[in-house]
């Protein structure tokens, strides 16, 4: 997530409209759970009127890097804050049909999630694979390998860390950990400074 943008007038209307917001009200079914859950439509319903009436709104940018459906959503606040974060997965089926599930699905969990609403989450699994054996994207990889050299990271040393042969044998579930490692490196670097 990203507060760089954030202003303490965006937290103030955040504040005034979470408090007004009710969760949202499961009345779709999940055919593979045979249970309920709020869908898109219904959690925008529930968020909408509540949001604008305190200057606050909200953007959702789908992309799909050829492997990875990802939603920017961006909350932002009639005086100019924003606060921003992306959700990604791995679509079950890569045709349109299935990114669009995945889009959807990424959609309602970010906005739930941004806006603080409860609602309950049966439907993912149709959505997005198991992350643990998916490897991660090029651009990805891309990403590691910048901030690796930035930070002078050895890329031999980092796969062997990571228990990888080569960095496109990195998985999405040890991404987290690569990320989590990176981060803790430039932190004692700037604290070294």
Known sequence: MNLENATPELFAALAKAQNEVENATKGSTN???????????????????VYSANGLSILQIP????????????????????????????????????IGAATTYLRRYSLASVCGIAQEDDDGQSAAHSMKKVPISPLQIMGLQARMEELQVAEEAFCKFLG?????????DKMAIATKSLDAKQKKMEAAQ
């Open 31 to 49: 055919p593979h759970f045979k249970s309920k859950y709020a869908d898109l439509a219904e959690v925008l319903n529930t968020i909408r009127p």
């Open 63 to 98: 992309s799909f890097d050829g492997s990875m459906a990802s939603v920017t959503t961006c909350l932002a606040h009639a005086g100019g804050g924003t606060i921003t974060g992306i959700s990604s997965c791995i679509p079950a089926k890569t045709d349109a049909q299935g």
């Open 164 to 172: 990888v042969d080569k960095m496109e044998d990195i998985t999405i």
